[in-house]
């Protein structure tokens, strides 16, 4: 049986990062991302789908490699190792087809191409200084079993490398980042559970897990994310008026009340002259207490609602 991740732990600062793009993949029009705890600079967006869903795994398969019972395994070398098959059931929950693979390996190469700039942040140091840029990659090496065999392959060769073996090297920067735990854990059966017709709604469910919460009673927690054009930007939206906007952002909030057994409250509502995103969730150890009836419950109303 194929293992799945309970969660994955990318960095937080690029889970809110306006580099993951909704609509089709820009890698040829930088960006800047401000309102985090330093601006981040891309060379371009990144696909949503599958994009940040494999950034997430990589990270968390450095995180907790495979096989290791070994906690302090990770801080050893940047390398996360693993197979296209363990990447593609994790991703789709079957074997990978031919297409899959493809898009596995041009998801990869597009991680590698992106380059950031950290403004206000400190590589060397670790420190986040605001008079210091740091130039860096999501990821700095990428080895293939495939790739070694060359362009004119025995396809035969191919077709036996059914593992397709990888080695991705993080850069020492986001190692360090998620070594002192500067990473927002996301639910794997949630992140894989929109459809590609919600991308907004994923975006923004991702966004809302790098928030920070704090305790309201009641068993819950709340946080909340003013609406504006930095919100705009970080989501990858572009409508010509803040009133579409806003709409779609009320959307995006019904699926995730759909998808994510957690949240108890998701709405845009007005606040004075301006509005806000406000959001209820269950903490988490009423989560534990209640997760999997809930989660039985939500698959069932899931269920009903695509019937």
């Not at 990589?58 to 490699?65: A, K, N, Q, T, Y």
């Not at 991680?111 to 210091?132: Q, S, W």
């Not at 998808?259 to 301006?274: A, I, K, N, P, S």
């Amino acid at each position: 049986m194929e293992h799945h991740p309970e969660s994955a732990r990318p960095q937080r600062d690029l889970a809110r990062a306006g580099i993951w793009a909704t609509g089709p993949a820009q890698l040829e029009l930088p960006l800047t991302a401000e309102g985090l705890s330093e601006i981040i600079r891309a060379s371009g967006r990144l696909k949503l789908t599958p994009d940040f869903d494999v950034f997430a795994w990589v990270c968390e398969r450095w995180l907790s490699p495979a096989g290791s019972d070994d906690p302090d395994f990770q801080h050893r070398d940047g390398w996360a190792l693993f197979t296209l098959r363990e990447l593609g059931f994790a991703l789709y929950g079957r074997e990978p087809n031919g297409r899959d693979r493809q898009a596995l390996r041009a998801s990869l190469r597009r991680l590698y191409r992106v380059e950031l700039d950290l403004i206000g942040y400190d590589a060397h140091t670790g420190e986040r200084d605001r008079n210091v840029c740091t130039w860096a990659r999501l990821v700095s090496e990428v080895v293939s079993e495939l790739d070694r065999l060359g362009p004119r392959a025995d396809p035969a060769k191919i077709g036996a490398l059914r593992g397709s073996t990888f080695k991705v090297e993080l850069p020492r920067w986001l190692r360090q980042q998620l070594a002192d735990g500067n990473f927002v854990r996301v639910h794997w059966p949630t992140l894989r559970s929109f459809s590609e017709n919600q991308p907004l709604a994923k975006r923004l469910w991702i966004y809302l897990q790098a928030e920070h919460y704090k305790r309201v009673g009641g068993g819950l927690e709340g946080t909340w994310v003013a609406v504006g054009d930095r919100l705009f930007t970080a989501l990858g939206m572009d409508y010509a008026r803040p009133r579409d906007a806003r709409a779609a952002l009320a959307r995006a909030c019904r699926a995730i009340l759909v998808l994510d057994v957690r949240y108890r409250r998701l709405e845009v509502v007005r606040f004075g002259r301006t509005w806000r995103i406000t959001a209820d969730r269950l903490t988490a150890e009423i989560l534990r207490e209640q997760g999997a009836e809930l989660r039985e419950v939500r698959a069932a109303i899931r269920a009903s609602s695509a019937a």
